[in-house]
């Protein structure tokens, strides 16, 4: 994730906090016979949705949408095939990584002052943050160190039977504290249940009920699920919405800790609510929870919802829950259908090659008359096969002009960010194919632009100096584009001109035989010996010609192989300093206005 990334995402993040963060306190207020379980988990949420959106950018696409009408683009299909026509000879995963070492480069080059700036300070406060924690943490080592194991043994047997009797596997560790007013949970993966001792200790019902408020904390799993919250706190320190949030929640949480204590019985209640009062006000433990309200008003709130009052249906508590879940948490984002695939129109058939023409039998040699012991003249050797000529090229039955693509394509997952350079029939890409049709069809067919995008926002540049900026920096680009095209084709020729000299061998060694044959009605031994000097005529000139056939191809693909190779290197240095251009424009663009938002 580079800086510019965390910055949007922080922003977005922080915006829909505060969208999220009305929904849930208007739905409290709406409701207000909305139990405090249920207000807790809408509050949680709060801060779950922060986390996502930070680590979470990819939304979930739902595919409710009308499906476009199916059309058939001819650039899209060609396009993965012509992205490296003009680069044959480079390999493309070392391309690949160095373009992306240049885009790495680029970006940081790229990146504006106070971006950075910015970044430094939120790292600084996530750490102040972190710093605070880590003190907490001690302090409650330290307290715990200051503890000593309770030793009345009736307590700790009664301590095990309500923790059976709430679900849990274990019993916390029960030890007393001298420096504590109140009970408290401490430790969110060992937890240790602290009784005050000394003149703060509580005894008969009065240490029932405390007892039973910590348990509904650990059976609740109150300890593991404040931890996303204090996360989101640290992440989303400056978010003033985001501090309420996780204050609602931990009120909220009590709240349902009291309810479940009190349970239905109204005679608890006053007695519930004198303890509440006994234990007053003590700051809550960042590692813990406590039975005691961490400020007056917190005290006030949770004396008020000890009143009895109608409550709201359990169904409508889970209905607002999980609409607020699908509505305000999870990425969610409607889409298009996927259109049908459409038939793609059948390919015109190209002309048949012609058939090179068989060469003729070789004839019988006539028996002369009155010959004997005469050899035969031997038959000639089996001609090579003419080369097949390639077949004529197709010609485009669609009317669209075919466009040339320099640079890197991805054809596998999307990048998060891409640049496109239209420059009338040519284009320079750095992306994914998708990127360069939606490139096109944002500026129009045959309109030259700079097209880019971040994420899932597109933005066009039609500004003239910038355009021209980013035509000089990809200049170089397309002119070795096209000296690779002619070493390609150069090529080409030469595995032709092979082949035609290999026929033209071919063909002159039937001549010579054949007038060899013709010999032998005039005389037979000079037949046979003008066979003998055909067979090693040919032989000869088979492999003189064909060995120095191979001796000047392989010469001069060797030569064409060094010159791609240093066309590829340049290609690579000079794509890394277009990606580096780019990002200098696309950083212009947008902080000059300059860059339309599509």
């Known amino acids: 994730m580079d800086i510019i990334m965390l910055l949007e995402r922080l922003g977005w993040t922080s915006l829909q906090t505060v969208l999220l963060v009305a929904l849930v306190w208007a739905v409290c207020r709406v409701v207000p016979s909305l139990g405090a379980a249920a207000r807790c988990r809408l509050w949680w949420l709060v801060s779950l949705q922060a986390v996502m959106g930070l680590f979470w950018a990819q939304p979930l696409q739902l595919a409710v949408l009308p499906a476009p009408a199916a059309v058939s683009d001819p650039f899209a299909a060609g396009m993965a095939e012509a992205a490296y026509v003009h680069a044959p000879g480079l390999s493309a995963q070392w391309l690949a990584s160095g373009l992306d070492r240049a885009s790495a480069d680029g970006l940081a080059m790229a990146t504006p002052w106070w971006a950075m700036l910015l970044a430094v300070l939120w790292l600084a406060g996530v750490l102040l943050m972190a710093w605070r924690t880590a003190g907490e943490w001690r302090r409650s080592r330290a307290l715990l160190a200051a503890a000593v194991p309770c030793d009345d043994q009736a307590l700790v047997r009664a301590l095990q039977l309500a923790a059976e009797a709430h679900g849990l596997r274990r ?3 029960l030890w007393m504290s001298a420096q504590v007013d109140a009970p408290q949970v401490v430790g969110p993966l060992r937890p240790v249940l602290l009784l005050p001792a000394g003149e703060n200790a509580l005894q008969g019902d009065a240490l029932d009920m405390a007892l039973t408020h910590e348990l509904q904390h650990l059976a609740r799993c109150d300890l593991q699920w404040g931890l996303l919250p204090a996360l989101a706190q640290h992440l989303f320190f400056f978010h003033p919405l985001l501090r309420l949030a996780v204050s609602e929640y931990a009120q909220a949480r009590e709240e349902a800790v ?9 005679e608890r209640r006053q007695d519930y609510g004198r303890l509440l009062l006994r234990l007053g006000v003590m700051p809550r433990p960042h590692l813990g929870v406590a039975s005691a ?3 007056k008003g917190s005290l006030k709130r949770r004396l008020l919802s000890l009143q009895q009052r109608q409550a709201c249906p359990k169904m409508v508590a889970t209905a607002l829950t999980l609409a607020v879940l699908a509505v305000g948490v999870l990425p969610l984002r409607l889409v298009a259908a996927p259109p049908p695939p459409p038939v793609p129109p059948s390919p015109p058939v190209a002309p048949a090659a012609p058939r090179p023409l068989a060469a003729p039998a070789a004839l019988a040699a006539p028996r002369p008359p009155a010959a004997p012991d005469a050899p035969p003249a031997p038959p000639v050797p089996a001609l090579p096969a003419v080369p097949a ?12 002009t075919s466009m040339v693509t320099h640079g890197r394509l991805d054809l596998g997952q999307r990048p998060y960010s891409a640049h496109v350079l239209i420059d009338d029939d040519e284009s320079h890409a750095d992306g994914a194919v998708d990127d360069v049709q939606q490139a096109r069809r944002d500026l129009g067919d045959r309109s030259t632009g700079f097209w880019f995008r971040q994420g899932d926002q597109r933005y066009v540049v039609r500004d003239r100096m910038l355009v021209q900026q980013m035509q000089a920096a990809y200049a170089d680009a397309a002119r070795i584009g096209h000296e690779q095209a002619e070493l390609g084709r150069r090529q080409g ?4 001109r092979t082949g035609e000299q290999a026929r033209q061998l071919a063909l002159k060694a039937a001549d010579e035989a054949m007038a060899a044959i013709g010999m032998a009605d005039i005389n037979r031994e000079a037949a046979a010996e003008a066979a003998r000097a055909s067979r090693a005529a040919v032989r000869g000139a088979r492999a003189a010609g064909h060995g120095a056939a191979l001796a000047d191809l392989a010469s001069r693909q060797a030569a064409l192989g060094v010159e791609q190779a240093a066309l590829g290197r340049r290609q690579a240095e000079i794509h890394a300093r277009a990606a580096r251009e780019a990002r200098k424009v696309i950083a212009q663009a947008l902080a000059d206005g300059r860059a339309e938002k599509r």
């Open 171 to 173: 019993a916390p560790r």
């Open 258 to 266: 009291d309810a479940a204590v009190v349970g239905g019985r109204g």
């Open 293 to 295: 309200a961490p400020s």
């Open 389 to 400: 000529a390639p077949p004529p090229p197709v010609a485009s039955s669609t009317g669209v």
């Open 493 to 496: 020729e030469l595995g032709a």
